[in-house]
């Protein structure tokens, strides 16, 4: 919560900061890298950094912030925190590091704002940033009591035991010990964190989804070319070049975007990469029996570009109240619906709880679609694959 003395001055000077987050974040960034060029190269995804994607995340997340404790100071905005604590957690991010972000953040602010940033003004936003840094510290030290490892030690080696070509575009890598002891279990939905020496000596960090249901001693995940400019570093690179035998550094699982317990009504509705959190969920509840009702939405560019395709279908089939519907770009004879996946031709059960994950115009027609059927804002939970570009909208 603010001091009293702080809120005035937060809500008068939001519009501003707010304004100038971009140029802020922009000059953040770039005074970060040039003081600990090690954090572009080993932690930060360049990627993201090159097309702007991260600056953009972290301006959102600080006007979220800030927003959310002006107009609900009484509660915390923990949906918004606890994603950005798991990805952190998936990075080994320590407390340390917070202050190194502190420094070079304020001092952006000072760079960009000038003269509006006076004493009382630079003492209201310390606040909002420890309120934010010292919240998220907290979360990320659970997270890593819960995996079981010393703050920011979350990573392992594991061996490539398999490589399946799924699609053109797509494999599946599945992972094992290499002493040939179980890998720890994961929630379904989680995921973890792949990070790959690359030829210029960079050591770059992705994170990818469990694609196989909990309780295997091996894990899988499933990795898509990236084309584009900039095309995917890491993902071309294992793509192209991981092997059965390989050995890769991966962290412990985590994500907050996870199947909850219970008997009551789901909607799995994912697109493209996206539906490999959802294959985890499926596998687990046929695994255990699971017999609430469970709703699965897939869309995607064709039936050959679907990857899991068959194993999505044999693991519906296996639900007794499991149903499936697919939409395909260009569905040929396949059968599936053609165009965007359309979620109000579906009858949902009352109390459906809704998880999404795909690409963010995806996220935005689905939830949109939900949300005017009549379902919860609440009750529609969301993944997306990258910087979260859309923070606080489905909170």
């Not at 000077?13 to 040039?34: C, K, N």
């Not at 009382?120 to 907290?138: K, P, S, T």
């Not at 996870?258 to 499926?282: C, N």
Request: aromatic fraction near 6%.
């Amino acid at each position: 919560m603010l001091s009293e003395q702080a809120v005035p001055v937060v809500r008068a000077t939001l519009p501003a900061v707010g304004g100038a987050l971009d140029r802020i974040t922009e000059r953040f960034y770039g005074r970060l890298f040039d003081a600990h060029p090690e954090l572009l190269r080993d932690l930060f995804n360049r990627g993201n950094q090159a097309n702007g994607d991260q600056r953009k995340a972290l301006a959102g997340s600080i006007a979220a912030f800030a927003v959310a404790l002006l107009e609900h100071p009484d509660t915390r905005p923990d949906a918004l925190l606890s994603r950005i604590a798991h990805k952190h957690a998936s990075l080994g991010v320590t407390a340390d590091q917070y202050k190194i972000v502190h420094e070079h953040l304020f001092a952006a602010i000072a760079e960009v704002l000038g003269e509006a940033v006076t004493p009382e003004v630079a003492r209201a936003w310390d606040e909002v940033y420890w309120l934010m840094a010292n919240a998220l510290v907290a979360l990320e030290s659970r997270l890593y009591q819960e995996a079981g490892v010393d703050d920011g030690r979350v990573w392992r080696p594991v061996r490539i035991s398999r490589r399946h070509e799924e699609t053109a575009d797509t494999v599946s890598l599945t992972l094992t010990d290499p002493d040939g002891e179980p890998l720890p279990t994961f929630r379904p939905g989680q995921y973890v964190s792949v990070r790959v020496a690359l030829p210029d000596g960079a050591r770059q960090i992705r994170q990818y989804s469990l694609s196989s249901a909990p309780g295997s001693p091996a894990w899988r995940i499933t990795v898509k070319r990236v084309d584009g400019d900039p095309a995917g570093e890491v993902s071309n690179r294992l793509h192209a070049h991981a092997a059965a035998g390989d050995v890769l550094e991966v962290s412990a699982p985590f994500g907050d975007l996870v199947l909850p317990e219970g008997d009551g009504p789901l909607l799995l509705a994912s697109a493209g990469i996206g539906g490999t959190p959802m294959l985890a969920m499926l596998g687990h509840l046929a695994a255990t029996g699971a017999e609430r009702p469970v709703v699965v939405v897939h869309a995607d560019r064709s039936p050959e570009a679907h990857a899991h395709a068959e194993e999505l279908r044999e693991l519906v089939g296996r639900l007794p109240q499991g149903s499936l519907h697919l939409w395909y770009e260009a569905p040929g004879a396949s059968g599936a619906h053609a165009g965007r996946a359309d979620v109000t031709a579906l009858e949902l059960p009352a109390g459906t709880h809704a998880y999404l994950c795909g690409p963010l115009p995806f996220l935005r027609a689905v939830r949109g679609d939900l949300l005017a059927s009549g379902v919860a804002a609440a009750d529609v939970h969301y993944e997306v694959f990258g910087p979260d570009l859309w923070l606080g909208a489905a909170a």
